[in-house]
């Protein structure tokens, strides 16, 4: 069975500063997607980055970026220059490349100090 | 698109009353998702459709629970009898079959808040 580990229940950072966030899974399949998602407050669930497993490359969007390292299966998130509204729970999931089955992880909360 | 709809956002109900939740998906979208969130729990997985059937409800925790997606723009979540510990964030969310349009993303709606008193 797929798992998703994320072994921080709670992170915090500066405003400005970097935070990373971690993320395991675990399956036997070779061809798979990954995503992180935020739910701040408002409880609406948005996603933040994507990363298709059989690409090499670390997928970014803007200040978010990931470390996909696929023989260790570990995905982890890190957010730059981190902004208040940054702050929010993110959950790290995991989907096979036929789309029928998302395993999430237990979620990070992120608190960011001003 | 104007993203996955459900109804009602919140819905306070006595304990034994019939709750039931709604959502229309993306058009478009071939998977339909029911995920529970509580503080103890986490995200769980309901149940999920392919093409309006249903594939895999092992996640219904229990009789009183049942799910339908009588066509591609519209499902239900029903709980009946209605309890107290059902209280929690029911979220629908919406896929298409990655490759078709090479995402693969879950999109959500805004969820239902259901108080079970």
């Known amino acids: 069975a797929q798992t998703v580990t994320q072994s921080q229940p709670e992170m915090s950072v500066q405003e ?4 990373t966030l971690s993320c395991t899974y675990d399956t036997s399949e070779s061809d798979y997607y990954l995503f992180w998602y935020k739910q701040p407050p408002s409880r609406q669930m948005i996603l933040v980055i994507r990363q298709e497993a059989y690409k090499q490359q670390n997928a970014t969007e803007n200040r978010f970026s990931v470390n996909f390292q696929k023989a ?3 995905f982890s998130l890190k957010i ?3 902004q208040l509204g940054d702050a929010a729970m993110y959950f790290c999931a ?6 029928n089955q998302f395993y999430f992880g237990t979620g990070t909360s992120l608190t960011v100090i001003p | 698109d104007a993203g996955v709809i459900q109804s009602p956002r919140h819905e306070v109900t006595e304990m034994g009353q019939e709750v039931t939740l709604r959502c229309k998906p993306i058009s478009g979208h071939d998977y339909l998702f029911w995920y529970r969130q509580t503080m103890m729990r986490g995200l769980e997985l309901l149940i999920y459709f392919n093409n309006n059937v249903p594939i895999d ?3 219904m925790p229990e009789d009183r629970f049942s799910a339908k997606m009588p066509n591609a723009s519209f499902s239900t979540l029903k709980i009946q009898p209605s309890e107290p510990r059902d209280s929690a964030v029911y979220f629908c969310a919406s896929s298409l079959l990655p490759g078709l349009d090479g995402t693969g993303e879950l999109f959500f709606g805004e969820g239902s808040r259901l108080t079970v008193l």
């Open chain 1, 16 to 19: 400005a500063e970097t935070v």
């Open chain 1, 72 to 74: 260790a299966k570990s």
């Open chain 1, 80 to 82: 730059s220059d981190s």
């Open chain 1, 94 to 99: 995991w989907t096979s490349n036929t789309g």
């Open chain 2, 57 to 59: 409800d092992s996640g």
